[in-house]
């Protein structure tokens, strides 16, 4: 995995301490994860990043070390943007986020459109359907009512295709365990965020270069939603990843790096 020397780091922003780490030179990408899998989800693909850019890998508040601020994904977003100013950056940062992280990274955007010069968006959107609402009340009861380890399985489905799980069975049970890491508070806030989340409309304002990439088998965020958001973007394109799910910068790291190459 990673061989890089990465440098921890913690700051605080209304006695709320937000970790992220960092390595490299250049202009800065800053990551963003997803709800169902933590910011290792990205290691495969920042040796890449490193030999062009500083890479900026946070553990968004609520994961891992870093205080939970609320579901709020204004709070979250206010609370990151604060953390990303004190850097005191030579140059605007890449926001790059996947699902949840996309969401994070986008609202962040919106709110402190100053911050980013652009966004890669990956297998998220501006809107769920009722049925992706329903899915996140449905996994957030659940697991208040059975634990984490009752949605284990469907969170799995949501990232992977049944098809890419039987291929890689040790990937699949690692993702787990981590997914079961979780806290339960952090998860439940952001499924209330999630199945509540419009961001339809304030989208179309924000001139910032986007690239929105999708895993054609994604579950999670279907392709529809990010075909809405780059269509609701002003400057956004579209990238559809063929056989690739909702974390597709771990299942083809290639693919994902190709993909986003010439933008970034």
Same mark, same amino acid.
């Given at each position: ?11 605080? &922003? ?11 030179? #250049? ?9 169902? *899998? ?6 495969? $693909? ?6 062009? &850019?500083?890479? =900026?890998?946070?553990? +968004? ?11 709020? +994904?204004? !709070? =979250? ?6 953390? =990303? ?6 140059? *605007? ?5 996947? #699902? ?9 955007? /919106?709110? &402190? ?5 652009? +966004? ?38 949501? +990232? ?10 040790? %990937? $699949? ?8 890491? $979780?806290? %339960? ?44 958001? !780059? ?6 394109? %579209?990238? =559809? /990843? ?17 993909? $986003?190459?010439?933008?970034?």
């Amino acid at each position: 995995m990673q061989t890089h020397s990465f440098e921890n780091h913690q700051i605080s &922003h209304n006695n709320k301490n937000l970790n992220f780490k960092t390595a490299g030179t #250049g202009q800065a990408i800053v990551l963003f994860h997803s709800l169902l *899998a933590d910011q290792s989800s990205w290691d495969l $693909i920042t040796p890449t990043l490193l030999k062009t &850019h500083q890479v =900026i890998q946070l553990s +968004l508040p609520g994961f891992d070390s870093s205080d939970f601020v609320g579901g709020s +994904l204004d !709070a =979250i977003a206010d609370q990151i943007a604060s953390v =990303i100013e004190s850097l005191k950056l030579a140059q *605007a940062p890449i926001f790059m986020g996947n #699902g949840y992280g996309g969401f994070v990274a986008l609202n962040t955007a /919106l709110r &402190h459109p100053h911050l980013p010069a652009k +966004l890669v968006l990956a297998d998220c959107g501006a809107c769920f359907t009722e049925q992706g609402r329903a899915a996140f009340r449905g996994m957030s009861d659940n697991a208040k009512n059975k634990g984490l380890i009752a949605i284990a399985d469907v969170a799995m489905r949501r +990232l992977f295709a049944p098809a890419y799980q039987e291929l890689h069975p040790q %990937l $699949i049970a690692d993702r787990k365990e981590r997914f079961l890491n $979780i806290n %339960l508070t952090t998860f439940h806030g952001a499924c209330e965020a999630l199945s509540t989340m419009d961001l339809r409309s304030q989208v179309q304002q924000l001139q910032i270069p986007a690239l929105v990439v999708v895993g054609e088998f994604d579950e999670a965020t279907p392709v529809p939603m990010s075909e809405e958001l !780059a269509k609701l973007l002003p400057q956004a394109e %579209l990238k =559809i /990843l063929p056989g690739l799910a909702h974390v597709p910068q771990l299942q083809d790291p290639q693919a994902f790096l190709s993909a $986003i190459q010439s933008f970034i």
